[in-house]
């Protein structure tokens, strides 16, 4: 079975600063990933995903994320986070012939104005 | 967003009781989820289903079930509360590689 690796649980940071989330998965066979974000008293919403090609995929709100395959890894980032990017983050993993998601723990993100 | 109702919204309930969530969806989707969130461990799955009458086990199935008669709805059974099933359920709909969630049933087992 797979398994999601998230690594800070907590970020703060200041308006205008970039921001790197860490995202590592085990699995052997072919995955597509995933990052959601999470609101403050929203559901989850998709931010971006990965299955094929480049490796580097942009999403939504300035969001991007680089699969390297070599580290089985699925950052994520953005140049330059503002005050409504303070949210909750997961990245998720899915067999490319499955059908079920699996989360990793998430991570805090708060912007100080 | 995906038509996706889920009801109750929030539910107290004491230990030993059984407890239904129900979740709707207008998208006519194959797939429903439900998954529960807590801290630190982001969502964890406890039942899927791939059709009617057609369900399957997640990571965190135990103490749960779940039936589905119709396409629209998935329901998920406490099937006697426990204090470690005080948590947020969320249920989500859609082929897997694109999800849409509900707003979310907060349950608290007292």
């Known amino acids: 079975a797979q398994s999601v690796s998230q690594h800070n649980h907590h970020v703060i940071l200041s308006e205008a600063a970039s921001l790197e989330l860490g995202c590592n998965y085990s699995?052997?066979?072919?995955?597509?990933l995933f990052w959601y974000v999470q609101y403050p008293g929203q559901h989850l919403q998709l931010l971006l995903k990965?299955?094929?090609?480049?490796?580097l995929v942009k999403g939504i709100k300035g969001f991007e994320a680089e699969f390297i395959k070599s580290k089985f890894s699925f950052n994520l980032r953005k140049p330059s986070v503002q005050w409504s990017d303070t949210a909750e983050y997961f990245c998720?993993?899915?067999?490319?012939?499955?059908?079920?998601?699996?989360f990793g723990g998430g991570t805090r993100v708060l912007v100080k104005p | 967003d995906a038509g996706i109702t889920q009801s109750p919204r929030h539910k107290v309930t004491e230990t030993g009781t059984p407890v239904t969530l129900r979740c709707h969806q207008t998208?006519?989707?194959?797939?429903m989820y439900w998954y529960r969130q807590d801290p630190g461990h982001g969502l964890r799955l406890i039942h899927y289903?791939?059709?009617?009458?057609?369900?399957d086990k997640g990571e965190v199935s135990d103490g749960y079930s779940v039936s589905r008669s119709k396409t629209e709805d998935f329901l998920l059974t406490l099937e006697s509360a426990t204090s470690s099933q005080t948590s947020v359920y969320f249920c989500?709909?859609?082929?897997?590689?694109?999800?849409?969630f509900g707003s979310g049933t907060q349950l608290s087992v007292l």
């Open positions: 990965y299955f094929s090609g480049d490796p």
């Open positions: 699995y052997g066979g072919t995955v597509n």
């Open positions: 989500a709909t859609g082929p897997g590689e694109k999800l849409f």
């Open positions: 998208e006519n989707h194959r797939y």
């Open positions: 289903s791939y059709g009617v009458k057609d369900t």
């Open positions: 998720a993993v899915m067999e490319a012939a499955g059908n079920k998601l699996t």
